[in-house]
């Protein structure tokens, strides 16, 4: 694993606990549909025992407790996990929330029937020690997931960088290849999980579209929640903000509807130990 300095913001905890309450209220929703496909996939059902590593605000958590199913929701940032902490509770979910390096969780072998990352294991410094992880802490014949962005088919940072630049023209991303997009492919997904030693291994590919009620405002909201955006939000002028944010959303509208709608691809991966 790399030194703090070597890691990109959004791979340390401090990048996700601060934004976590705008986190919920602009990005989870966008991953909503996927956790619904990734609880089916895992056939999670009343009496299953069932892992979330790096749950963030817990859209699949919540989804999972929704069908019955007991729940541990795991992250690294603080944030998330006082958030996640208090939606358990609103929702009397049959669970509980801790907080956990995904790499090395503190959990003891062979304990949950099923066990996943939605999301967040694309952002481990080492992404095959998380899914070894995953493997060790589900029962033999128990199934894993990964569920990582469509390297071209998640439309949200190429909408934000197209705004950018309406602002600041020839500006450049601040990662040529975004941390999440390390595993933005059908190959590299099945390789991963498969190395690590799960079998009947597939690959879904999955799309849904997100509507965004205030699309300015989830723009301005990024740099809250997408830590490596932020020193270039930071330097932008209260005149360049405004025409990022007018050039996002009229990326996002059609038609004079007020309301965005975001496309997503998402590539998830589930096996058997």
């Not at 999955?206 to 909201?221: K, L, Q, S």
């Given at each position: 694993?790399?030194?703090?300095?070597?890691?990109?913001?959004?791979?340390?905890?401090?990048?996700?606990?601060?934004?976590?309450?705008?986190?919920?209220?602009?990005?989870?929703?966008?991953?909503?549909?996927?956790?619904?496909?990734?609880?089916?996939?895992?056939?999670?059902?009343?009496?299953?025992?069932?892992?979330?590593?790096?749950?963030?605000?817990?859209?699949?958590?919540?989804?999972?407790?929704?069908?019955?199913?007991?729940?541990?929701?795991?992250?690294?940032?603080?944030?998330?996990?006082?958030?996640?902490?208090?939606?358990?509770?609103?929702?009397?979910?049959?669970?509980?929330?801790?907080?956990?390096?995904?790499?090395?969780?503190?959990?003891?072998?062979?304990?949950?029937?099923?066990?996943?990352?939605?999301?967040?294991?694309?952002?481990?410094?080492?992404?095959?020690?998380?899914?070894?992880?995953?493997?060790?802490?589900?029962?033999?014949?128990?199934?894993?997931?990964?569920?990582?962005?469509?390297?071209?088919?998640?439309?949200?940072?190429?909408?934000?960088?197209?705004?950018?630049?309406?602002?600041?023209?020839?500006?450049?991303?601040?990662?040529?290849?975004?941390?999440?997009?390390?595993?933005?492919?059908?190959?590299?997904?099945?390789?991963?999980?498969?190395?690590?030693?799960?079998?009947?291994?597939?690959?879904?590919?999955?799309?849904?579209?997100?509507?965004?009620?205030?699309?300015?405002?989830?723009?301005?909201?990024?740099?809250?929640?997408?830590?490596?955006?932020?020193?270039v939000f930071d330097a932008l002028s209260p005149e360049q903000?405004?025409?990022?944010?007018?050039?996002?959303?009229?990326?996002?509208?059609?038609?004079?509807?007020?309301?965005?709608?975001?496309?997503?691809?998402?590539?998830?991966?589930?096996?058997?130990?």
């Amino acid at each position: 694993m790399g030194t703090a300095t070597d890691l990109s913001p959004d791979q340390l905890p401090s990048g996700w606990t601060d934004g976590a309450g705008e986190y919920d209220t602009w990005f989870a929703p966008v991953t909503r549909g996927f956790a619904a496909d990734a609880v089916e996939l895992l056939g999670l059902g009343p009496g299953s025992r069932f892992l979330d590593v790096a749950a963030g605000t817990g859209a699949l958590a919540l989804a999972a407790a929704a069908t019955g199913a007991s729940v541990v929701a795991t992250d690294f940032a603080p944030g998330m996990v006082a958030l996640l902490a208090e939606r358990f509770a609103d929702a009397g979910v049959d669970g509980s929330v801790a907080r956990m390096d995904g790499q090395a969780l503190d959990l003891p072998d062979a304990s949950f029937d099923a066990a996943a990352s939605l999301f967040g294991l694309i952002f481990f410094p080492d992404m095959a020690a998380g899914v070894r992880e995953l493997l060790r802490v589900v029962r033999p014949g128990g199934r894993v997931l990964v569920g990582a962005w469509h390297r071209s088919g998640f439309s949200l940072p190429f909408a934000v960088m197209r705004a950018l630049r309406t602002a600041v023209p020839g500006l450049r991303p601040p990662q040529e290849e975004p941390v999440p997009f390390r595993l933005g492919d059908r190959a590299g997904l099945e390789s991963l999980l498969t190395e690590a030693g799960l079998r009947d291994v597939r690959v879904e590919v999955a799309t849904h579209v997100a509507e965004v009620a205030d699309p300015a405002a989830m723009f301005r909201a990024v740099p809250l929640w997408a830590a490596p955006l932020k020193p270039v939000f930071d330097a932008l002028s209260p005149e360049q903000l405004d025409r990022a944010a007018f050039a996002f959303a009229e990326q996002i509208t059609a038609g004079g509807d007020p309301v965005g709608r975001l496309p997503g691809t998402a590539l998830l991966g589930v096996g058997v130990r």
